[in-house]
Nanobody, 121 residues
Framework: QVQLVESGGGLVQAGGSLSLSCAAS????????MGWFRQAPGKEREFVAS????????NYADSVKGRFTISRDSAKNTVYLQMNSLKPEDTALYYC??????????????WGQGTQVTVSS
């Protein structure tokens, strides 16, 4: 299994920045990649960003391109989501997730508990 613990959410004004962290532990050798997702009240969960475990390849939702950056500290087994130029529509519960061998590449098998991001206008 893989355990994921997010941190770093909070309240910020529009135009501000926040950095989310996701500490990973467990059977990390089974991980293909990591992703960040978010879910706003009354909406479905949506993809935000992802990266391969090697850190070589990254992918972003169009809504966050140029504003958010996903990165990884391999020594700490921690994945980050740097969020700049935040907008009220970025308000959501943010989750990190691990894509592992359990159900094959491209399926996120493990999820963190989520961290709340609220952007005020």
């Amino acid at each position: 299994q893989v355990q994921l613990v997010e941190s770093g959410g909070g309240l910020v004004q529009a135009g501000g920045s926040l950095s989310l962290s996701c500490a990973a532990s467990g059977r990390l050798f089974t991980v293909y990649g990591m992703g960040w997702f978010r879910q706003a009240p009354g909406k479905e969960r949506e993809f935000v960003a992802s990266m391969t475990w090697s850190g070589i390849n990254t992918n972003y939702a169009d809504s966050v391109k140029g504003r958010f950056t996903i990165s990884r500290d391999s020594a700490k087994n921690t994945v980050y989501l740097q969020m700049n130029s935040l907008k009220p529509e970025d308000t959501a519960l943010y989750y990190c997730a691990a894509d592992t061998v359990v159900r094959g590449r491209g399926t996120y098998d493990y999820w963190g508990q989520g961290t709340q991001v609220t952007v005020s206008s």
